[in-house]
């Protein structure tokens, strides 16, 4: 569809070449993208015949686009978020599926570097010039932003701890109502209050879901630590992208994955209880 090979209008890009997607934005269609790969990736191993085929065909493929997007913050989400995921998931871990993932990552990563180079590659060597060497500049303008909304907060105190309201941050301040950091916009318009609950529930979900890898079959944990390297690796990517559209589905996803995990959880008590009642 990039390619208008038939051109289905789903996978667009901006003027400067950089592919933003069906949500029309580069940053956010990144940021689904690294939550969705993991995932893919995971099903792919856990299937087997065509279905394996078929995901691990997806997985190459975003893993494609997710380099046509050029967001740097994505690049960095995935790369952190994967390495720290798999740190929690160590006991659970393969060292043979971590060789044979890192080949196929490197496969498909120089695949699309290439492809980005050939396509766009002056939006790619723009992405990765350093700006002068400014902090600035390396963060294309992003630290400009995020000392506006700092020192906005700074002129009334009281608001670092319940924030300055709902949507807020559009009216203020206005730079596109876009921080480009979803933590700090959090904080902006919630304050400490409402970004300590949503840390909560994100650190909730990371740790439910380290501590029921060991109710989860063999069979089902590739999908498992899959999920939680794609939502590790969208909380590290926050810290530079503003998410708006994509949280119905990723949430769907996070709800569907984690109903799995219950179930799983609630199957290996069960047996482990008749165990019991056997001995």
Not at 82 to 98: P, Q, W
């Amino acid at each position: 569809d990039h390619l208008n090979i038939p051109n289905l209008g789903i996978i667009l890009d901006r003027a400067d070449g950089r592919v933003t997607g069906p949500l029309k934005e580069v940053n956010q269609y990144g940021s689904i993208l690294i939550f969705m790969i993991p995932v893919t990736a995971g099903l792919a191993m856990a299937s087997s015949g065509v279905l394996r085929f078929v995901f691990g065909l997806g997985a190459g493929l975003a893993g494609l686009l997710l380099v046509l997007t050029v967001s740097r913050g994505s690049y960095v989400g995935l790369v952190v978020g994967g390495v720290v995921a798999l740190y929690l998931a160590r006991d659970h871990v393969r060292k043979e599926s971590i060789i044979k993932g890192a080949f196929i990552v490197a496969a498909v990563l120089t695949i699309s570097v290439v492809a980005l180079l050939i396509l766009n590659p002056e939006g790619f060597l723009k992405k990765f010039d350093l700006g002068g060497g400014t902090l600035d500049g390396i963060s294309s303008g992003r630290v400009d932003v995020w000392t506006r909304l700092l020192t906005m907060m700074s002129y009334r105190p009281w608001s670092f701890v319940t924030g300055y309201g709902w949507n807020s941050y559009r009216l203020l301040i206005g730079i596109y109502g876009d921080p480009h950091n979803s933590y700090l916009l959090y904080w902006f318009n919630l304050g400490l209050i409402g970004l300590g609950l949503y840390a909560f529930i994100a650190g909730w979900v990371v740790k439910f879901t380290v501590s029921s890898l060991r109710y989860i079959r063999e069979a089902t944990k590739p999908l498992v630590i899959g999920f939680m390297i794609g939502f590790i690796a969208l909380h590290v990517a926050m810290f530079f992208v503003q998410i708006y559209s994509p949280w119905p589905f990723i949430w769907a996803i996070t709800g569907t994955i984690l109903r799995v995990i219950v179930d799983e959880r609630r199957e290996a008590m069960l047996v482990a209880t008749l165990q019991e009642d056997e001995d």
